[in-house]
């Protein structure tokens, strides 16, 4: 019997973020596909070595934790170079790695502002600005930038993080524009309120009542996306939402 090929067997996927909540799903959901992963996360707790172990037994495939802050430009460079040499290249980078520092702008500190924006969209920056290098030698590149639905419409108290999601749009689609002519696509999910840490105090009716389908969403709905990313070699620099209707 013939060995059934996985349409991302051969590849890495380094996604950051991946420890937890949306980005461990995408990396599960990748894995699946046969990608090996290498997880990026900030802190040095058990989860991404978890999230590592669980990944290796189910889906076979190599895995490995790698502790950066994605907002520190040359520990980032740095970290980037080590999976290269790890795995032998990347070929998918997922950026998930994002913080909240909620506040009505009125009240909100300089601080909570910078930092917002240093990870969810100077910690991208980053991320790509030293994987594009790897992806030009190799002539192949897909890389996922997650933001959000509240960078298409808005949401009081979050004027940080919507800026942060909106600057990671347009630097999806500049990106796009530049590296589209090396096999290098680059797209963005912007998902709706989903089942996380991050959720977990927003009142589940008015979520409910505002999504068409009328439910709040799932990690796995953003991983489906994420997994489609990955493998449609057409498409780039688009925004996919994943919300539910709730943007429409």
């Known amino acids: 019997m013939s060995k059934t090929v996985r349409p991302l067997e051969g ?17 599960q959901a990748l894995a699946f596909e046969g990608a090996d992963i290498a997880v ?3 802190g040095s707790g058990p989860e991404a070595a978890d999230v590592c172990r669980e990944i290796a037994a189910e889906c076979g495939v190599r895995t490995a934790h790698y502790r950066c802050d ?16 790890d795995f032998g290249g990347i070929q998918i980078l997922v950026n998930c790695a994002g913080i909240t520092r909620d506040g009505l702008i009125l009240r909100m500190k300089e601080e909570d502002f910078d930092r917002v924006i240093d990870v969810n969209l100077k910690g991208a920056f980053n ?21 959000s639905v509240v960078a298409l419409r808005g949401n009081p108290g979050q004027a940080n ?5 909106a600057g ?19 797209n963005a999910i912007a998902p709706g309120f989903i089942e996380s840490s991050m959720t977990e105090g927003l009142s589940r009716d008015k979520i409910t009542a505002a999504a068409a389908l009328g439910r709040i969403g799932r990690p796995e ?5 994420a997994v489609y990313l990955a493998e449609a070699s057409y498409v780039t620099g688009t925004v996919l939402t994943v919300d539910g209707g709730l943007a429409m």
């Open 70 to 85: 994605v907002s520190d430009f040359a520990r980032t460079r740095e970290m980037v170079d080590a999976v290269r040499s």
């Open 168 to 186: 990671l749009i347009g630097l999806t689609k500049a990106v796009a524009r530049e590296l589209a002519g090396r096999n290098i696509r680059c």
């Open 11 to 27: 590849k890495t996927a380094l996604i950051t973020g991946g420890s937890r909540g949306i980005g461990r799903v995408i990396a």
């Open 161 to 165: 993080y919507a800026a942060s999601k």
């Open 221 to 225: 709905d953003v991983a489906q996306a």
């Open 127 to 147: 991320m790509i600005r030293h994987c594009s290098g790897i992806f030009l030698r190799q002539r192949e590149g897909c890389i996922i930038n997650i933001s």
């Open 40 to 42: 990026v996360s900030s």
